[in-house]
């Protein structure tokens, strides 16, 4: 494969912190074991890039104090520490625009004297943020390639957690459509590379240059931590590993693990923090198995990772979820997923490796997930068997290296230098 000569911007990137800043900085870092990688991304996270020095050819920082300390206000006063806030998106333009247009005036003179073979953005993953390097390569002389890109799934009908949890702000996301940049950023890009099927589905305008890659991997170590596992006769490990925030729906985990808990026959391990966590102990006590649940709280990556692999069954049944990152961290540790067929979880779990429940309401996807468990609590074999293949299926189709091969065959279509890969997504959605 040609090395290629790759900018990736991924400004939020962070080898230290979790979720979407993690994702940029294991997908640039797995890139740059193939080409020639230059990150460019905020100067905040410099010294953890020290920390972890990566097979970069080079690392580029973007300095803006005063935008970071404006930054850290608006989550501590305004946002009261929710990062997860949609209106943290739509607050987050201005800082988007502003990286870029200092990146640009950095890398330009470098960029037209023909130092790199093409941009890659791989954050923020969602598509309400612009990008204005595609408009600002517009005429070249490097093609521009983002994604991939991850958001825009609609709130599920007759959920209370919906309701709960769903802003006044998401009902103006389509105004993100007349941002400036926002129409230059796919009509100029060369590839548009979708993280689900929903965000595919809404790109189709694009499907010349449109290709569906996960948008989120498992690292090598992390790959390397799965062990055999006696499927025995003892307790069902269960667990839930996510933010305690409504449309997470740990409720509905709670809920289905009940019969099993009171029987004896399985114990609910709960890993993650948020608003909800006090409703949910009450919650357990009203169904009177709060001694068969422990909330652990939040931990650091590397302790859930732990804590994960000593489960059997991940109870996940998030009825919003885009990425799902705990999905795919289950499967390579051999846990077996239960999940809601919807979003990115709803392309990634099949049934050879475990379970997808339909988005029906509350109270069926409750019984559902009851006799899912019921049966993997009675038939260990079967538990088994779902987890060998989830550990060879997250092996073989989920790496970090394995996406970042796939990726490759984007970006070198996207330079002229290969057969145009052909990556449609799991579900065709209309």
């Given at each position: ?46 010294a953890a890039f020290r920390r972890k020095p990566g ?355 984007i970006l070198l279509w996207a330079v002229g230098g ?13």
């Amino acid at each position: 494969m040609k090395n290629l000569r790759t900018l990736v911007l991924a400004p939020g990137s962070n080898p230290d912190s979790s979720s979407t800043a993690l994702v940029g900085y294991a997908h640039s870092e797995a890139l740059a074991r193939i080409h020639a990688v230059t990150l460019v991304a905020q100067g905040c996270h410099e010294a953890a890039f020290r920390r972890k020095p990566g097979p970069f050819h080079a690392i580029e920082t973007i300095n803006t104090p005063w935008l970071d300390r404006i930054y850290a206000w608006i989550i501590r006063r305004i946002l009261k520490g929710d990062y997860g806030s949609h209106l943290l998106t739509a607050l987050s333009y201005p800082f988007c625009v502003v990286f870029e247009w200092k990146a640009w005036r950095l890398l330009r003179p470098r960029i037209m004297a023909g130092e790199f073979d093409v941009v890659l953005r791989l954050l923020p993953v969602v598509p309400t943020l612009p990008s204005p390097f595609a408009y600002f390569l517009r005429h070249g002389p490097i093609p521009f390639v983002i994604g991939p890109i991850n958001g825009g799934l609609p709130w599920p009908r007759g959920f209370s957690q919906a309701e709960k949890q769903k802003e006044w702000i998401s009902n103006l996301r389509n105004v993100y459509r007349i941002l400036p940049f926002s129409r230059s950023t796919f009509r100029n890009a060369k590839a548009i590379i979708a993280g689900s099927s929903q965000t595919y589905a809404e790109f189709t305008a694009y499907r010349d240059k449109l290709f569906f890659v996960p948008e989120n991997g498992l690292s090598q170590s992390l790959l390397d931590l799965a062990s055999p596992k006696d499927p025995g006769q003892g307790h069902l490990e269960l667990i839930y590993v996510g933010r305690l925030v409504p449309y997470k729906a740990c409720d509905l985990a709670i809920r289905a693990a009940v019969p099993l808990l009171q029987k004896g026959l399985a114990r609910l391990t709960i890993v993650g923090y948020g608003p909800e966590r006090q409703g949910l102990e009450q919650l357990a006590q009203t169904l009177g198995v709060a001694k068969d649940i422990l909330f652990v709280g939040r931990l650091s990556h590397r302790e859930t990772m732990l804590s994960l692999q000593k489960a059997d069954v991940l109870v996940f049944p998030s009825i919003r979820e885009f990425g799902g990152g705990v999905v795919f961290e289950a499967l390579a540790l051999g846990v077996v997923p239960v999940v809601a067929d919807f979003g990115g979880p709803g392309d990634i779990v099949h049934s050879g490796v475990g379970y997808k429940v339909a988005l029906t309401n509350e109270s069926d996807m409750v019984c559902q997930i009851e006799k899912i468990l019921s049966e993997l609590a009675g038939d260990r074999d079967l538990l088994d068997r779902l987890r060998q293949e989830g550990m060879k299926y997250a092996r073989e189709a989920l790496s970090w290296d394995g996406k970042a091969q796939t990726v490759s065959d984007i970006l070198l279509w996207a330079v002229g230098g290969g057969p145009k890969p052909v990556l449609p997504p799991p579900n065709i959605l209309v």
